[in-house]
Every structure is written in structure tokens, then in C-alpha cells.
């Protein structure tokens, strides 16, 4: 909601609750929401020092003393004070880091292993889930040596590296044991398939009519993505692109194959998260994220939009006519994940056509391969055996709100780790592939520059094609800088 001030400047009322945290390492509580000119962020309230303690009312600061707002939601109110101390410390330290302003690392909790005597991010969970309503299960073939797939224990850290609040419900380890030749792949619903290598495509082309076969060939990061002048050419009637695979049909000719996959999300994603729809709203989006999103309209309405126009279709060619097989949701940008397709071989002995399509520069595809029949593999699911707090010592809450998926979560806040350990059953006959199943959802931090965005903000984002090729746009002009950024905003993690 916006009005108008005393002193002729507009300013935008909201509802949710809040917690502020600032640039001297304060919280402040907002319990009933406030209200946001270009210069101030107003509201009734208390205000507590770094360590919590030492309240007095709170009486308005500029906006340039935010560093970031966390909408409340009933799994965080109640929050320990101790957690939300150690979230105003990280606060103060970013703030006073000059990162706050451009912190735009994130979207999810990250997964780290160690590979190598380094920690190599394997999986970034949940993404995209930004509200409660949106909570998922996400599940990822993590990439370790054999050495740590058949050791007693393994053990993964759990970082939070962005303004972000994560709230992780539910952690376990899925262990399949198979032959050497084989690996398991989750498909798009999360449930691991068995596959093999897959052969690679014997032509691809993509919607400019470039020769990307090279590219999708091997695993290595030398990867496809949308030609630039592509991308330069989206309308809103026109927003996609796509890849065109042709593979020699798999052995047996006939029934079901699997189309495998590496890949992740391009940063257009994040730019149209952040900048599109949070940032344009200015304090719009405190109440979209906090309230709206909370209610099943708009948060239908929301899904339904995304769902239909992100992600990447897969379809096959039967006679002449694509088909869709399957939709891949969007996974992140942060960590390549595999994905095993299961489609549906067209009659005859003829070579295989697939076509991969999706909105303009979304996806980075590293290898398409493609596999033949799918096969369900026996799964042991693996519960925590312990976690480790920030602080090096065990903490039995994290470890008892991460074993069922229930109405119990894991809170972390920005620059929080977290390090949890399975016990692996008795070591594989032959082969193993580990599986991390990660439940949630998280809570973007509304930036204090978003705030400064009030006197020119359109309202709370609707979902719109009109959107998409706005953030489409603007993703064309600063796509470098953005990717530079983003990489660069990375919390450190204690």
C-alpha cells in the first residue's frame, strides 16, 4: 500500500511482521508491521543491541541504515535470542564489509563435501522454495570418490552463504549400491533411477543453428548455453529457445530410455527474483513475501505462472510432432546437478529426436546423454547420526528437528554451518552412489537499497509474460556484471 508523506514524498505501508537488522549489529522487532519512505523505515517496535539485551523502543532509522528485513513466519518467531544475535553479528559484519548493498549470492542452503582435502559444493538445496507454501523435497547425486562412498561415515556441511533464513525440515542420506558401469540419478520427482553413461548426441543444434554437440558431449563445464543474439530477440510472444538432439537409438530399440542430464540454471533466474520481483516492489515485497504468499491464491497463482513458463520441457519427436516427456524444474546456479529423464522411444529403428526447450538463456547444459531402459534400484534411506552447531559442539536440536519431516525446522541464518554426519551401512559388494534428500524452505532478506526503490516501486510483483521480457532485457545488459557480482557476494561461513 503507498500513500503520501508530510513532506510530499511517498511511502509504502506494510503489515507483515519484522525483524530489521542494522548496520551497527542491532535488531529491530516490529511486530506489527511499519511503513517505508525513500529515507526512513518507520514502525512500533524494539530495538536490542548486538547481543539482544538493552531494549528501547524503536524510533525510525534511515534506510541506508538497514542491512536487511526477515519477514516473520510462525517457524521463526520464536526463534532462540542467541540464534538471532549471531544473525545481527553476521549483519553488522557484512554490512560493515560494504557487501550488504550488492549481496546477491544465494537463493538456497549449500551442500559442501570434502573432495580431494577441499570442499566442493554438491548440491544447493530446495531452490526457489521461498515461502512456506512452496516447501519441497529436493534430492541430488552427490560426486565423491570411492573412498568416502564406502567409509563408516560420511560427513556433509550445510552452509548458509547468503541473506537468506533457511529452514530446513528434514536431511537423510539415500545409499544405492549397484554395479560398477551403472550410477544412480534422481529423475525429475527426485526418485533415483539407475542409468548408465548414456551414448552422447550424434547432432546438436540450438534455435540460433549452431553446432553445440561439442559441448554437451562430456561432463566438463564447457557448457550450452543461449546465443546472445537469441537472447537479444525475445518478445513477449516469443521467449524461448531450444536444443535439438538427434541419438542413436539404445539398445533393445524399443519401450522406455532415459535421457541424462547435467545442467544448471543461468543467473537470469536470481536477476529475476531479486531485481524483477523484490526489488522493483520496494517495501511491496515485504508483505508479498511475508503475507500474500502465505495465503493459496497467490501463491497458486505464482506456482502456476512459474511452472508453466521456466524450467525446461523435454519432448520427443513421434512422427513429425514434438511431444512433451517430462518438465525439469529449475535446480539453481550455484551446483550442476544430474538428472535421469525417463522417456517414451517413438515406433520403429529410426535414430532419436529430443528437443530441450526453455525461456531464453535459463540453463547452462554441460552433457546430454542418452541411456536405456530405466530401472528402479533398491534405496536405504540414512538418517544423521549427528550434527555439529556453528560452534564446533553437538547440537541435539538441529539434529532432532532434521529427522522427520514434521512441523520442526533447522533455522540457519547468514554465514551459520553446520556440519552432518551419516553412518554409511557396511561398504558396497561392487559400486555406490550417495543421494542427499533435503527438505524446506527459506526466507529471502529484503535489502536495505530495495527500500530506497519505494518512491518508484510498481506494487507487489504480478506474474506476467510483460515480466519476463523485462527481466529478459535488463539480464542482457548486465548479465557480466551480475555473474561477477554474484559470485563475489558469497558470505563466509564460521
Same mark, same amino acid.
Given at each position: 500500500?503507498?500513500?503520501?508523506?508530510?513532506?510530499?514524498?511517498?511511502?509504502? /505501508?506494510?503489515?507483515?511482521?519484522?525483524?530489521?537488522?542494522?548496520?551497527?549489529?542491532?535488531?529491530? @522487532?516490529?511486530?506489527?508491521?511499519?511503513?517505508?519512505?525513500?529515507?526512513?523505515?518507520? &514502525?512500533?517496535?524494539?530495538?536490542?543491541?548486538?547481543?539482544?539485551?538493552?531494549?528501547?523502543?524503536?524510533?525510525?532509522?534511515?534506510?541506508?541504515?538497514?542491512?536487511?528485513?526477515?519477514? %516473520?513466519?510462525?517457524? *521463526?518467531?520464536?526463534?532462540?535470542?542467541?540464534?538471532?544475535?549471531?544473525?545481527?553479528?553476521?549483519?553488522?559484519?557484512?554490512?560493515?564489509?560494504?557487501?550488504? =548493498?550488492?549481496?546477491?549470492?544465494?537463493?538456497?542452503?549449500? #551442500? /559442501? $563435501?570434502?573432495?580431494?582435502?577441499?570442499?566442493?559444493?554438491?548440491?544447493?538445496? @530446495? =531452490? /526457489? =522454495?521461498?515461502?512456506?507454501?512452496?516447501?519441497?523435497?529436493?534430492?541430488?547425486?552427490?560426486?565423491?570418490?570411492?573412498?568416502?562412498?564406502?567409509?563408516?561415515?560420511?560427513?556433509?556441511?550445510?552452509?548458509?552463504?547468503?541473506?537468506?533464513?533457511?529452514?530446513?525440515?528434514?536431511?537423510?542420506?539415500?545409499?544405492?549400491?549397484?554395479?560398477?558401469?551403472?550410477?544412480?540419478?534422481?529423475?525429475?520427482?527426485?526418485?533415483?533411477?539407475?542409468?548408465?553413461?548414456?551414448?552422447?548426441?550424434?547432432?546438436?543444434?540450438?534455435?540460433?543453428?549452431?553446432?553445440?554437440?561439442?559441448?554437451?558431449?562430456?561432463?566438463?563445464?564447457?557448457?550450452?548455453?543461449?546465443?546472445?543474439?537469441?537472447?537479444?530477440?525475445?518478445?513477449?510472444?516469443?521467449?524461448?529457445?531450444?536444443?535439438?538432439?538427434? @541419438?542413436?537409438?539404445?539398445?533393445? &530399440?524399443?519401450?522406455?530410455?532415459?535421457?541424462?542430464?547435467?545442467?544448471?540454471?543461468?543467473?537470469?533466474?536470481?536477476?529475476? @527474483? /531479486?531485481?524483477?520481483?523484490?526489488?522493483?516492489?520496494?517495501? $511491496?515485497?515485504?508483505? +508479498?513475501?511475508?503475507?500474500?504468499?502465505?495465503? !493459496?491464491?497467490? $501463491?497458486?497463482?505464482?506456482?502456476? +505462472? %512459474?511452472?508453466?513458463?521456466?524450467?525446461?520441457?523435454?519432448?520427443?519427436?513421434? &512422427?513429425?510432432?514434438? !511431444?512433451?516427456?517430462?518438465?525439469?524444474?529449475?535446480?539453481?546456479?550455484? $551446483?550442476?546437478?544430474?538428472?535421469?529423464?525417463?522417456?517414451?522411444?517413438?515406433?520403429?529403428?529410426?535414430? #532419436?529426436?529430443?528437443?530441450?526447450?526453455?525461456?531464453?538463456?535459463?540453463?547452462?547444459?554441460?552433457?546430454?546423454?542418452?541411456?536405456?531402459?530405466?530401472?528402479?534400484?533398491?534405496?536405504?534411506?540414512?538418517?544423521?547420526?549427528?550434527?555439529?552447531?556453528?560452534?564446533?559442539?553437538?547440537?541435539?536440536?538441529?539434529? *532432532?528437528?532434521?529427522?522427520?519431516?514434521?512441523?520442526?525446522?533447522?533455522?540457519?541464518?547468514?554465514?551459520?554451518?553446520?556440519?552432518?554426519?551419516?553412518?554409511?551401512?557396511?561398504?558396497?559388494?561392487?559400486?555406490?552412489?550417495?543421494?542427499?534428500?533435503?527438505?524446506? %524452505? %527459506?526466507?529471502?532478506?529484503?535489502?536495505?537499497? +530495495?527500500?530506497?526503490?519505494?518512491?518508484?516501486?510498481?506494487?507487489?510483483?504480478?506474474?506476467?509474460?510483460?515480466?519476463?521480457?523485462?527481466?529478459?532485457?535488463? +539480464?542482457?545488459?548486465?548479465?557480466?556484471?551480475?555473474?561477477?557480482?554474484?559470485?563475489?557476494?558469497?558470505?563466509?561461513?564460521?
Amino acid at each position: 500500500m503507498q500513500g503520501v508523506d508530510p513532506a510530499g514524498g511517498e511511502v509504502g /505501508y506494510f503489515q507483515t511482521p519484522i525483524r530489521a537488522f542494522l548496520l551497527d549489529g542491532s535488531v529491530a @522487532f516490529l511486530p506489527t508491521g511499519g511503513s517505508v519512505t525513500p529515507d526512513s523505515l518507520q &514502525g512500533l517496535g524494539t530495538r536490542f543491541d548486538i547481543t539482544l539485551e538493552n531494549p528501547r523502543p524503536f524510533g525510525g532509522i534511515p534506510t541506508d541504515s538497514v542491512v536487511g528485513i526477515e519477514v %516473520y513466519d510462525d517457524a *521463526s518467531v520464536d526463534l532462540p535470542l542467541t540464534v538471532l544475535a549471531a544473525a545481527a553479528s553476521t549483519a553488522a559484519t557484512i554490512a560493515l564489509g560494504i557487501v550488504a =548493498s550488492v549481496a546477491i549470492f544465494g537463493s538456497c542452503p549449500t #551442500v /559442501y $563435501a570434502d573432495v580431494g582435502g577441499e570442499p566442493a559444493v554438491q548440491m544447493e538445496a @530446495f =531452490s /526457489y =522454495s521461498i515461502v512456506p507454501l512452496f516447501e519441497s523435497r529436493d534430492v541430488a547425486a552427490l560426486r565423491l570418490d570411492a573412498d568416502a562412498t564406502s567409509g563408516e561415515t560420511l560427513t556433509l556441511e550445510l552452509r548458509n552463504e547468503a541473506l537468506e533464513t533457511h529452514f530446513v525440515n528434514h536431511l537423510s542420506l539415500l545409499v544405492v549400491d549397484h554395479s560398477p558401469d551403472l550410477r544412480a540419478v534422481p529423475d525429475p520427482t527426485g526418485r533415483p533411477l539407475l542409468v548408465g553413461g548414456g551414448a552422447p548426441p550424434l547432432a546438436a543444434r540450438d534455435r540460433a543453428g549452431r553446432d553445440v554437440g561439442f559441448l554437451l558431449a562430456a561432463r566438463d563445464e564447457s557448457a550450452f548455453r543461449t546465443a546472445r543474439s537469441r537472447l537479444g530477440s525475445v518478445t513477449e510472444e516469443d521467449l524461448t529457445d531450444h536444443v535439438d538432439l538427434i @541419438f542413436p537409438r539404445p539398445a533393445g &530399440g524399443a519401450g522406455d530410455a532415459t535421457l541424462v542430464l547435467d545442467l544448471k540454471n543461468t543467473l537470469f533466474n536470481s536477476l529475476l @527474483f /531479486y531485481d524483477v520481483m523484490l526489488a522493483d516492489a520496494g517495501s $511491496a515485497a515485504i508483505d +508479498w513475501l511475508g503475507s500474500d504468499l502465505d495465503r !493459496i491464491g497467490p $501463491a497458486l497463482e505464482l506456482g502456476r +505462472w %512459474y511452472q508453466d513458463r521456466m524450467g525446461l520441457r523435454v519432448l520427443v519427436d513421434e &512422427g513429425g510432432e514434438w !511431444i512433451e516427456a517430462d518438465h525439469v524444474g529449475d535446480v539453481g546456479p550455484i $551446483a550442476w546437478k544430474e538428472l535421469a529423464v525417463p522417456i517414451r522411444l517413438p515406433a520403429g529403428n529410426q535414430d #532419436v529426436k529430443v528437443r530441450l526447450e526453455f525461456v531464453a538463456d535459463s540453463w547452462f547444459i554441460d552433457r546430454a546423454g542418452l541411456a536405456g531402459f530405466p530401472v528402479r534400484p533398491e534405496v536405504v534411506s540414512v538418517a544423521p547420526s549427528e550434527i555439529l552447531g556453528p560452534d564446533g559442539a553437538v547440537d541435539e536440536q538441529a539434529w *532432532s528437528r532434521s529427522l522427520h519431516a514434521d512441523e520442526m525446522y533447522l533455522a540457519t541464518y547468514p554465514g551459520q554451518s553446520y556440519q552432518v554426519s551419516f553412518r554409511l551401512p557396511g561398504e558396497p559388494d561392487e559400486s555406490r552412489t550417495l543421494l542427499l534428500a533435503a527438505q524446506g %524452505y %527459506y526466507r529471502e532478506w529484503i535489502r536495505g537499497p +530495495w527500500l530506497d526503490r519505494t518512491s518508484r516501486a510498481r506494487g507487489p510483483f504480478e506474474p506476467s509474460d510483460d515480466a519476463l521480457v523485462d527481466a529478459l532485457g535488463r +539480464w542482457d545488459q548486465v548479465m557480466e556484471a551480475f555473474e561477477s557480482d554474484f559470485h563475489g557476494t558469497r558470505i563466509p561461513v564460521r
